[in-house]
């Protein structure tokens, strides 16, 4: 299996929550992980939106940060390109995506392009996954649920 996370289902390895345990048994099984490069900037800002926010020790906070720095290099990372740019601006606008979901969905799809299935596409925000499944994607929730 293939699989595209975006920030949300990226999250889950690190952060104990709804969907962590899901999550990590998919990256387990995939022969690759994909996201976006933004993934990095969305997940720190998150990580210490929850430090600040008490929910994180700074111990805690500084393992977390240091286990996705450890693991960033093994991901498979889309860099924003214009072609990426103008895709995501273009399912903004078909799908009333938010900036960085449409990027993802942009990053995702240009990963789908060039490998063979099955391709996984893990998010845990309900319009992007909804405009995920209506661009094509088999959804990492649904194909869990079903094994």
């Given at each position: 299996m293939r699989l595209y996370l975006d920030t949300s289902a990226l999250l889950k390895l690190y952060v104990d929550e709804e969907g962590s345990t899901l999550v990590r048994r998919a990256?387990?099984?995939a022969r690759f992980i994909a996201t976006s490069v933004f993934a990095y900037v969305e997940a720190r800002a998150a990580?210490?939106?929850r430090r600040h926010h008490g929910d994180l020790s700074p111990i805690d906070y500084r393992r977390l940060v240091?286990?996705?720095e450890v693991d960033w290099s093994r991901f498979l990372t889309v860099?924003?390109?214009d072609s990426i740019l103008r895709e995501s601006a273009r399912l903004s606008e078909v799908h009333r995506l938010r900036a960085y979901d449409a990027?993802?969905?942009a990053s995702a799809s240009a990963v789908?392009?060039?490998v063979v299935e099955p391709f996984l596409f893990g998010c845990w925000d309900h319009d992007l996954e909804k405009a995920a499944r209506r661009e094509g994607f088999e959804l990492l929730r649904r194909h869990i649920d079903r094994t």
């Open positions: 990256t387990e099984d990580l210490v939106r240091r286990d996705l860099a924003v390109s990027i993802h969905l789908h392009g060039h």
